[in-house]
């Protein structure tokens, strides 16, 4: 039994508050068990831990009724599971950057610290959630979302509720990160490409350069990708916050570096970078093919 409602607060605009079992809930629980209200429109939802909450709960609660959400967890320094309620921070405000990146009031969002025995705590947590939503304009809202795999419901709940779209990099937190590329280091040699499993980066040959695309949809921040760059030692990637135009785009361009052309064809075919690493001359492989049939049957071939 969570505590009992009382008459303030207005039941059209909906709050969703996250619980974690342990200690938020319990002090919900508690709160109700010794008479204390809280605004009638404020939902309770009990998660075993808060972080266990992901972003794209707070945003599908958004974009199907919920005028504002929070998370409820253990008091900083004595989660159940250790920094359950430490990555549930982070999560929050990587949410609040990424709503006011849209155009949305970031206040919508927010986090709480209690322990099982503060029935207070939970109540001035509903009580605060309430009254700001009462001062916030409507939530206005596209249309609902259904349930899906997470990616897909927070891009499409982000769609639904933004108002403008701001070229925003997020903080970056884990299940959110994607590669970023350093331009003064990259050589442009895919190797990064090759390594990944998700299919979430690929490179394209248009006119005189090498395009690299990224999928924020696809991209776990698993950083193999960053491993094959080490490993091929360029160290020209590395794991950050997503900006927001590309978690909001089925493909973006992140990289761009010039191409270099054949001397024989004049095909664009390879990096400077990577010619200057292989010690070859700007030959592209199907002129070199070319050159060493010659060779085998003419002898040696000049350029």
Same mark, same amino acid.
């Given at each position: 039994m969570t505590s009992r409602p009382e008459s303030s =607060?207005?039941?059209? +605009?909906?709050?969703? =508050?996250?619980?974690?079992? @342990?200690?938020a809930y319990a002090a919900a629980d508690l709160a109700g068990s010794t008479h204390r209200t809280?605004?009638?429109?404020?939902?309770?939802?009990?998660?075993?831990?808060? =972080?266990?909450?992901?972003?794209?709960?707070?945003?599908?609660?958004l974009a199907n009724g919920a005028d504002a959400v929070f998370v409820a =967890?253990?008091?900083?320094?004595e989660c159940h599971y250790v920094d359950g309620n430490l990555k549930a921070e982070a999560r929050v405000s990587f949410l609040k950057s990424l709503l006011e990146a849209v155009g949305v009031e970031p206040e919508r969002v927010e986090m709480f610290f209690m322990a099982a025995s503060e029935p207070h705590k939970f109540v001035e947590a509903a009580r605060e959630m309430a009254a700001r939503v009462e001062r916030l304009p409507p939530l206005h809202r596209r249309e609902s979302v259904p349930v899906g795999p997470k990616r897909d419901v927070l891009?499409?709940?982000?769609? /639904?509720?933004?108002?403008?779209?701001?070229?925003?990099?997020?903080?970056?937190?884990?299940?959110?990160?994607?590669?970023?590329?350093d331009l003064e280091k990259c050589i442009g040699c895919r190797a990064c490409v090759e390594a990944c499993s998700n299919d979430a980066l690929r490179s394209e040959d248009s006119e005189?350069?090498?395009?690299?695309?990224? /999928?924020?949809?696809r991209c776990?921040?698993?950083?193999?990708?960053?491993?094959?760059?080490? @490993?091929?030692?360029? %160290?020209?990637?590395?794991l950050g916050g997503v900006r927001v135009p590309q978690l909001l /785009?089925?493909? /973006? %361009?992140?990289?761009?570096?010039?191409?270099v052309r054949c001397s024989v064809c004049g095909r664009p075919f390879a990096t400077e970078r990577e010619l200057e690493r292989a010690d070859s001359p700007p030959i592209c492989p199907d002129c070199k093919a070319k050159a060493s049939? +010659?060779?085998?049957s003419f002898g040696r071939v000049r350029w």
């Amino acid at each position: 039994m969570t505590s009992r409602p009382e008459s303030s =607060g207005d039941p059209r +605009k909906l709050v969703v =508050g996250f619980c974690c079992n @342990e200690c938020a809930y319990a002090a919900a629980d508690l709160a109700g068990s010794t008479h204390r209200t809280h605004p009638p429109n404020v939902l309770v939802v009990r998660v075993p831990c808060s =972080g266990a909450v992901d972003p794209s709960w707070l945003l599908y609660a958004l974009a199907n009724g919920a005028d504002a959400v929070f998370v409820a =967890g253990c008091r900083r320094g004595e989660c159940h599971y250790v920094d359950g309620n430490l990555k549930a921070e982070a999560r929050v405000s990587f949410l609040k950057s990424l709503l006011e990146a849209v155009g949305v009031e970031p206040e919508r969002v927010e986090m709480f610290f209690m322990a099982a025995s503060e029935p207070h705590k939970f109540v001035e947590a509903a009580r605060e959630m309430a009254a700001r939503v009462e001062r916030l304009p409507p939530l206005h809202r596209r249309e609902s979302v259904p349930v899906g795999p997470k990616r897909d419901v927070l891009i499409r709940a982000l769609q /639904s509720i933004a108002v403008e779209v701001r070229d925003v990099q997020l903080p970056a937190v884990p299940g959110f990160e994607v590669p970023v590329f350093d331009l003064e280091k990259c050589i442009g040699c895919r190797a990064c490409v090759e390594a990944c499993s998700n299919d979430a980066l690929r490179s394209e040959d248009s006119e005189d350069y090498r395009v690299f695309l990224l /999928s924020a949809l696809r991209c776990t921040g698993c950083g193999d990708c960053v491993d094959a760059c080490r @490993e091929n030692e360029v %160290e020209a990637l590395s794991l950050g916050g997503v900006r927001v135009p590309q978690l909001l /785009s089925e493909w /973006s %361009e992140v990289a761009r570096v010039e191409l270099v052309r054949c001397s024989v064809c004049g095909r664009p075919f390879a990096t400077e970078r990577e010619l200057e690493r292989a010690d070859s001359p700007p030959i592209c492989p199907d002129c070199k093919a070319k050159a060493s049939a +010659k060779a085998i049957s003419f002898g040696r071939v000049r350029w």
